[in-house]
């Protein structure tokens, strides 16, 4: 398996990922998906990245729509629970 991955040519919504199970750690494994939302999006504000905050057509920032799907992802692979 190639160790050097162009993570550019990965979506962009694949990049939260690892910050939503970082974040989760750091919240003891328990959160509300909107702190989650705050805290990827704070981590990444202090990390000096930038965040794609380019408007979609539903008024919503494409990150939170990213960071959205990211966590539908980790959802659907059983690594977190559905939010009731």
Same mark, same amino acid.
């Not at 960071?67 to 939010?83: C, D, F, H, K, S």
């Given at each position: 398996?190639? &160790? ?10 694949? %990049?939260?990922?690892? %910050?939503?199970?970082?974040?989760? %750690? ?15 999006? &704070? ?10 905050? &380019? ?8 990150? &939170? ?5 990211? %966590? ?13």
């Amino acid at each position: 398996m190639n &160790q050097n991955i162009d993570t550019e040519k990965l979506p962009e919504v694949v %990049r939260f990922i690892p %910050r939503i199970l970082a974040t989760l %750690r750091e919240m003891n494994g328990v959160a509300k998906a909107g702190a989650v939302k705050s805290a990827v999006v &704070q981590a990444i504000d202090d990390a000096g990245e930038k965040v794609n905050d &380019q408007m979609l057509a539903s008024g919503v920032p494409k990150y &939170q729509n990213d960071i959205y799907w990211a %966590r539908m992802y980790l959802v659907n692979a059983g690594l977190l629970e559905p939010t009731k």
